[in-house]
Every structure is written in structure tokens, then in C-alpha cells.
């Protein structure tokens, strides 16, 4: 296996469209990096200089400590496995997995053995003389990657594999790689525009935006401090709240009511009284509490979702002083109607649509950025 290293690699298109810029990024031996975040951000664009299917237009890519950059996409020793499968539809399985073999001028007996090999480790060993067309789209993903396990390349590259899959089937997949990652001790960067999935597999997470690197670190790193409000809102499901906000002494004024900072963390911010701020709070972050109560403030639920374990409430709230717009902006957030706190419940919450609800937020859980470019403070 190999390391993979980015530097200060910019993809730059013929009409001046910038995909990724200055790129710094290393992808260490036997890890498992995945490139994370909207569509358009680059993301894919990255993976495909790795694999020479696009040219850098500047900076360099090294490939086990060998600079890569311009060679060619077969001297790479590289692995691809795309979102839509790419099988050849006129070849079996075998033949799909063990054709890169064959051009390789590997004698048909070992190609067969190693074929089967890979084969039964993803359950595939009784399709081997079925067409893709005869396989299910979870079966056509595995033939995907076996493809790629079977030619042992020094490293892996995948883009989106899951998102032609149904949800119980991605489930499974995910599961699937990660045995084979810790099976093939191999180096892989993934990339996803599900969160979900960056949580669950990566070693750590790259989240990306308009072409530049946002953060890199493990998922509970991006999860518990997001460098900027781009990365508080992309991770995390349910999203982060992010609300304008100020400070007034040792407390924080939000749209729905004031949080006491934690002792010791006023220090921390260089921000003055009522300077826009922003504020997150994931939808976890909240208690019930009783009216009147100091932090209390209470809500009305539009909408209440139960995923069976838990609820969640999403309640209207005023936009604060910063504005939402601002929110957006940053975020990378979708424009909505007005803005929404969501909130977790307990399963069995008696709480519906039109409801009050009376709560507190946690200091603890508080996350605070600047108004002006979103990094985080304190």
C-alpha cells in the first residue's frame, strides 16, 4: 500500500472555473480519508487527479513518496471503483473482475485463482457466470470493488459508490468496506456527499467547500469543534442550529432567549458586547425546562418527526440581529421560509404539532463563530 499526498494542488478548468485550490492534504499508509461535502465543492474532481483523469493545473500529487502528477492513469497502480459501477455489460463477473488481469498478461490459471479468492471474500463467489445485468445494484457494487481488490493496487479510489444504492443496502455496503479496509490493511480515499457515510468509515474526514479544504481530522474531531460555521452546519444529523447572536457580559443572547457561558469562557472571546456573533447548537443540546426558569424560553412545534428511538421538534424561531441571510451564507444552508430550532425529544414525548414546549439550552453545548467569516471562537 502507499501514502497519497496533495501539494498546493489547484485544478483549474479553460473558461477559469477553479474546482479545487491549493490542496494540501496526506492520505497515510493503510488509512481510510474521505473527502466530504455538497456537490460541486471538488471533492470529486481531487479524486480524479489521483487516478490522472484529470490534469493539475498547479502543484503536485505524490503516490508512495513518487511524484505522479503527469503520469499517465494505467502507470499509476491506482484502483477506481465509480458511482455507476462502470462493468462491462457483455462479461460475466469473473470476466469483469479479472480483465484488467488479462491485460496485465497474467496466465488465465492464476487469474482464475485469484479471481475466485476475491470472489468468495464478498460473497460472490456463486455469480461468478452471471451478466451484470442478472445482478442486483448491491451485487454490481461488490463485483465494482472486487474488481479493484483483485488487481492488489496501492490504493483505493471511490468515488460515491453508495449513492446509487437504497438506504438498507448502503447500510450494509458501508459495513462491507470497512471489513475490507480492515482486512486489506489498505490505503483508500472515498468520496461522499453523505455525512453519514464520513462519520461511519473514515479514519479521519476531509470536508470540503467551493474547492478549498474547510477542516481535516477524525469524525469526532469535525463533530465536536467544527473549525467554521460551513463544517458546524454540513456535519452532524439533524444539522447544528445556527442562529445570530451577541454577547451581553457573561451571557449569550439568542433569538429565543439568553445562555449563561460556561465560567472561564468569556476570556476566551475576543468579541464585545452586542457584536454579531453566531451561534450552534446541535438539537441535542437542549433539556425541558420549567417557565420562568433562568435560560428558560419556550417554543411552538410546527412539525414533529419520531424515528422511533427519539423525536424531533422543529420550531419556528425569529431571526436574530446578525440575520438569517448571514446564517445562510456561511453555512452553506439552503433558504427556507423562516428560520427553525430543531430539537431532540424522548420517543415517547406527548408533545404534538402546535404544542408549547419550555426549554434550556446547555452552555456546554454552545458553539460560537464570527459573524464576518464564520471561524470558530473561543
Known sequence: MAEIAFHAVTKRYPDGTVAVQGLDLRVED???????????????????????????????????????????????????VFQNYALYPHMSVAGNMGFALKLGGMRRAERTAKVARTAGALGLDALLDRKPAQLSGGQRQRVAMGRAIVRQPKAFLMDEPL????????????????????????????????????????????????????????????????ANVFVAGFIGSPAMNLVGAHLEGDAVVLPFGRVPLPRGR????????????????????????????????????????????????????????????????LAGIAEEAE??????????????????????????????????????LG
Open 163 to 226: 449513492s446509487n444504492l437504497d438506504a438498507k443496502l448502503r447500510v450494509q455496503m458501508r459495513a462491507e468496506i470497512a471489513r475490507l479496509k480492515q482486512r486489506l490493511g489498505a490505503t483508500m480515499l472515498y468520496v461522499t456527499h453523505d455525512q453519514t457515510e464520513a462519520m461511519t468509515l473514515g479514519d479521519r474526514v476531509v470536508a470540503m467547500r467551493g474547492g478549498v479544504l474547510q477542516q481535516a481530522g477524525t469524525p469526532g474531531e469535525l463533530y465536536a469543534r467544527p
Open 339 to 376: 428560520p427553525m430550532l430543531t430539537v431532540r425529544l424522548e420517543a415517547d414525548a406527548p408533545e404534538r404539532a402546535g404544542d408549547a414546549l419550555t426549554l434550556r439550552a446547555d452552555p456546554e453545548a454552545l458553539h460560537l463563530f464570527a459573524a464576518d467569516d464564520g471561524r470558530r
Open 30 to 80: 493503510g488509512e481510510l480519508v474521505i473527502l466530504v461535502g455538497p456537490s460541486g465543492c471538488g471533492k470529486s474532481t481531487a479524486l480524479r487527479m489521483v487516478a490522472g483523469l484529470e490534469e493539475v493545473t498547479e502543484g503536485r500529487i505524490e503516490l508512495d513518496g513518487e511524484d505522479v502528477t503527469h503520469r499517465p492513469p494505467a502507470d499509476r497502480d491506482v484502483a477506481m
Open 266 to 329: 468569556r476570556e476566551t472571546l475576543a468579541v464585545a458586547d452586542r457584536e454579531p456573533l453566531i451561534a450552534g447548537i446541535r438539537p441535542h443540546g437542549f433539556a425541558r425546562a420549567q417557565a420562568g426558569a433562568e435560560g428558560a424560553f419556550t417554543v411552538t412545534i410546527d412539525v414533529l418527526e419520531s424515528l422511533g428511538s427519539e423525536a424531533f421538534a422543529y420550531c419556528p424561531i425569529a431571526a436574530a440581529d446578525v440575520g438569517a441571510d448571514r446564517v445562510r451564507q
